[in-house]
């Protein structure tokens, strides 16, 4: 990199040729801006293309301008609000879980004694875990066939099948799954947090006669919102997002019931080949991930940064 | 008598997470070392009765003979599978490098510098976040296609480095953020600012900075949403890519749990040396 080379002369020198704050953000941040505007804004800007014209490939590709319809077909689609509720649902319980387990994962790394310290190394490990690779283990682990509740059950002498991957609560167990994977990484940045909270706070508590759970309420819990706050907002993102993790795992299934609006997208563009009108519901996924940060960082960011 | 009820309770917390933490990876790895009637086999077994070896020798392209003379077959994918295993560890290896020189300084000038337009450079990074791989992918690959990028190591990690680069900068400036306020003192002692970036912020950030690094490296080693569609058969394939003939084409819950193994060994051995870095990372 040519700016690297010159401002690299520049420390060297005497005299420092000295830049302004603006041209020294510009010079950093221009090249990387630049690649993300080509790299993203060009399939960005194709799928906007696309999802203005009727894609077809039987007979020889053909590309039909059609306006507005692709996306008025969306909300007519009954598949699209579906996916949509499950996706909402899918989002906000492994935004729960994984803030709460991450929570309780690091109450309990932070309590270990020193001798034990050792154990924080094995609680990470899930986090380093590939989406697909968790669908995997879940499915496995799920299943009625393979599962661990029917190896519970058989324990206890019955003979019965037990499947966690229901119709009814597919989406919760692809949540819990969901948790099991990013919750570790939050556990480690609230134990950062945790442990900058003085000692002295916690001996003013004790003086105070305050409850275990006033404690945790007052003294523990305040200087943790914030890394609350950032990562609630990263696993909505990630979750809503998420596509390789239930493609793994449910394939959508059973009978469509985990087919959250990535799945739906998938099966759209890459099964039917409908290119035009997954292009246009991939822009009302992306408009709902938009908002939904948004609306987190209005009702909630806000308040944290001001303090 | 409370020490005591103390450390009943933290054993049995601490008892609970290793469950949690474990459980779900034991019960698909264990396929790794069981036979096929063993998998097949109902209730489910908890353990291999008989562990033996036999889909690492056939991941890995080599016949395995049991002690009772049944002879387990090389896997039809061994070809696959390590190639997967060398691009993979050369693509996350290349994206890590330059997704942590290219993030450092942004997220620093980000983080600690007042300019104009910084909201909107801001918000320019964060859009590329929320930008769902799903809705990409077929701009992408009809792109690769004109420009004959398909089943390239290049192509993969230009698309990876679309994802880590966004992240890794959104985590970095919430840490730079809180470091203490030096370089100031710094620049009226007339250092130039590539110095006290170089010589101040990164040594006094290298926590967060190594974090950093292992984040872009998971994200790298585990993509499988563009590997899939980009790289699947050709000589580029990466490991998740390869992994996929196991769970798909011919389901091989053996060979896929021994080549999941695999694949979650340098990840476990990276996050299982750095994790008290990432005890040090500190948003507020």
Known sequence: ?307 | MIGRTRTIWLVLAVAVALLWTFLPMYWTVKYAFMTKTEIARFPPMLFPHQPNLASFFNIFGFDYTAQDGTVYKASGQARQIMLGLRNSLLVAAIVTAITTVVVVPLAYVFARLEFPLKGKLLAAILLSVSLPPVSTLIPFYTLYVQLGLTGTMTGLIIVTLTITIPIVAWMLIGFFRNLPPVELLARVDGFSRLYVLTRIIVPMASSGIMVAAVIAFLFSWNEYVYAQILVTGSNAVTLPAAMSGFLFQVPEPAQLAASLLLSLLPPFVIAFFLQKHIAEMNFA
Not at chain 1, 7 to 33: D, N, W
Not at chain 1, 41 to 62: K, M, Q, V
Not at chain 1, 70 to 89: C, H, P
Request: overall charge positive; glycine content about 8%; aromatic content about 16%.
């Open chain 1, 1 to 307: 990199m040519a700016d690297n080379v010159s401002s690299k002369r520049a420390a060297g020198a005497q005299r420092p040729a000295e830049i302004s704050t603006f041209s020294f953000a510009l010079i950093v941040s221009i090249p990387v801006l630049l690649f993300l505007l080509i790299v993203v804004a060009y399939p960005l800007a194709y799928a906007f293309y696309l999802s203005f014209n009727e894609i077809r490939f039987f007979g020889g590709y053909s590309a039909d301008w059609v306006g507005f319809q692709n996306y008025a077909k969306v909300f007519y689609d009954q598949s699209f609000w579906s996916s949509l509720s499950k996706t909402f649902r899918f989002t906000i319980e492994t935004v729960i879980l994984t803030l709460g387990v991450g929570l309780g994962l690091a109450l309990i790394l932070k309590h270990l004694p020193g001798k034990w310290r050792w154990l924080r190394a094995l609680i990470i490990l899930p986090w380093a875990v590939s989406p697909y690779g968790a669908g995997i283990f879940f499915a496995y682990l799920g299943r009625g066939q393979t599962g661990v509740g029917t190896a519970v059950a058989a324990m206890f002498g019955s003979s019965q099948t037990i499947n966690l991957i229901s119709a009814r609560f597919v989406i919760e167990y692809l949540a819990v799954g969901a948790a099991w994977n990013m919750a570790p990484l939050v556990a480690f940045f609230l134990l950062a947090n945790m442990l900058t909270t003085p000692q002295r706070l916690y001996d003013l508590a004790k003086i105070d006669r305050m409850s275990r759970l006033e404690t945790f309420w007052h003294v523990t819990l305040p200087p943790l919102r914030f890394t609350i706050f950032v990562f609630t907002c990263i696993t909505t993102v990630l979750a809503m997002k998420t596509f390789d993790y239930i493609f793994t795992e449910t394939q959508g299934g059973p009978g469509g019931a985990s087919s959250v609006l990535t799945y739906t997208l998938y099966k759209i563009s890459f099964v039917n080949l409908d290119l035009g009108y997954g292009a246009a519901m991939s822009f009302f996924l992306l408009a709902v991930i938009l908002v939904s940060t948004g609306i987190l960082y209005f009702l909630w960011g806000r308040k944290e940064e001001r303090q």
